[in-house]
Nanobody
Framework: QVQLVESGGGLVQPGGSLRLSCAAS????????MGWYRQAPGKQRDLVAT???????NYSDSVKGRCTISRDDAKNTAYLQMNSLKPEDTAVYYC?????????WGQGTQVTVSS
């Protein structure tokens, strides 16, 4: 079993920045993928960004150019740096980790972009 704990969410004004963190613990494998998804009220959970075992990053079109995903393998932690935040970025952000053959999810952290 793997536990994921997100942190870094909160309230930010439009144009501001936030850095989300996701720390993994438990039965950690050295080969894994991690990423972030988000879910706004009344909407489905959508991909934000993922980073592969080799460090290859993938972004949704809605955040491309504004967000950067990274990982620190020594700390078993993934990060999502979000800049130029917009009200439409408001959602619960979930950390995701895949290590064969299972997917794991964090409990979510709220990001609210509002003036």
């Amino acid at each position: 079993q793997v536990q994921l704990v997100e942190s870094g969410g909160g309230l930010v004004q439009p144009g501001g920045s936030l850095r989300l963190s996701c720390a993994a613990s438990g039965n950690i494998f050295s080969i894994y993928h991690m990423g972030w998804y988000r879910q706004a009220p009344g909407k489905q959970r959508d991909l934000v960004a993922t980073i592969s075992n080799t460090g290859l990053a993938n972004y949704s079109d809605s955040v491309k150019g504004r967000c950067t995903i990274s990982r620190d393998d020594a700390k078993n932690t993934a990060y999502l740096q979000m800049n130029s935040l917009k009200p439409e970025d408001t959602a619960v952000y979930y950390c995701w980790r895949y290590q064969r053959p299972y997917d794991y999810w964090g409990q979510g952290t709220q990001v609210t972009v509002s003036s």
